[in-house]
């Protein structure tokens, strides 16, 4: 069974600082995608980043981009100049790619992100 | 720009009873999804619904849950006899086709009492 691992509870970050949120998961499969949602207090779930396996390439969305690491089964996120409006709870995803399937999302523990201004 | 709709915001029930969870998803997606999240605590997947059938359900959707799309825009979950365990946000997401990214609704926030 799939499984992604977020070991980082709660980190936090100066306003116009750039911080990391660590992520890992376990998979046998060669097709997948990862994602990185933000959760802020309304609840809302909100798709920040996903990166497909196949790519080589790190995906970016203006401030926030990835360091995907294939071997290593790493997928972490950078926010660059961190804005209060980044403050939530951040959760690393993963999809299995088999259209068969119900394609279903795991998620991880997640990762409260704190911005001090 | 299109949205997945659910409704109520907040439900408040009492054990044992019956609560329907509603969901429109947007209109030209065809993979639907109920996820569960206890208060402070990760995102589980509950069961996907694909071509008016369960394509995959997790062990915490047994008999008390079911999920229903009778009009072809509302997607529905059922639980017949809600527990305490059952207070949760429940997430409907949606997907227009197998590669594309899901899209959550906001969220029902059910108070089991």
């Known amino acids: 069974a799939q499984t992604v691992t977020q070991s980082q509870p709660e980190m936090s970050v100066q306003e116009a600082e750039t911080v990391t949120l660590s992520c890992t998961y376990d998979?046998?499969?060669?097709?997948?995608?990862l994602f990185w949602y933000k959760q802020p207090p309304s609840r809302q779930m909100i798709l920040v980043i996903r990166?497909?396996?196949?790519?080589?390439q790190n995906a970016t969305e203006n401030r926030f981009s990835v360091n995907f690491q294939k071997a290593a089964k790493s997928f972490s996120l950078k926010i660059s100049d961190s804005q209060l409006g980044d403050a939530a709870m951040y959760f690393c995803?993963?999809?299995?790619?088999?259209?068969?399937?119900?394609?279903?999302?795991?998620f991880g523990a997640g990762t409260i992100l704190r911005v001090k201004s | 720009e299109p949205e997945v709709t659910q409704t109520p915001s907040h439900q408040v029930t009492q054990m044992g009873q019956e609560v329907i969870l509603r969901c429109v998803p947007i209109s030209n997606h065809l993979y639907f999804y109920w996820y569960r999240q206890i208060l402070g605590q990760k995102v589980e997947f509950l069961v996907s619904?694909?071509?008016?059938?369960?394509?995959?359900k997790s062990e915490i959707f047994d008999d008390q849950f079911s999920v229903e799309r009778p009009d072809g825009s509302n997607f529905t979950l059922k639980i017949r006899s809600t527990k305490l365990e059952d207070s949760a946000m429940y997430f409907c997401?949606?997907?227009?086709?197998?590669?594309?990214?899901?899209?959550f609704g906001q969220g029902t926030r059910l108070t089991v009492v």
């Open positions: 998979t046998s499969e060669s097709d997948y995608y």
């Open positions: 619904f694909y071509n008016n059938e369960i394509s995959e």
């Open positions: 997401a949606s997907r227009h086709d197998s590669v594309s990214e899901a899209f």
């Open positions: 990166q497909e396996a196949y790519k080589q």
């Open positions: 995803a993963y999809r299995y790619l088999d259209p068969e399937y119900g394609n279903k999302l795991v």
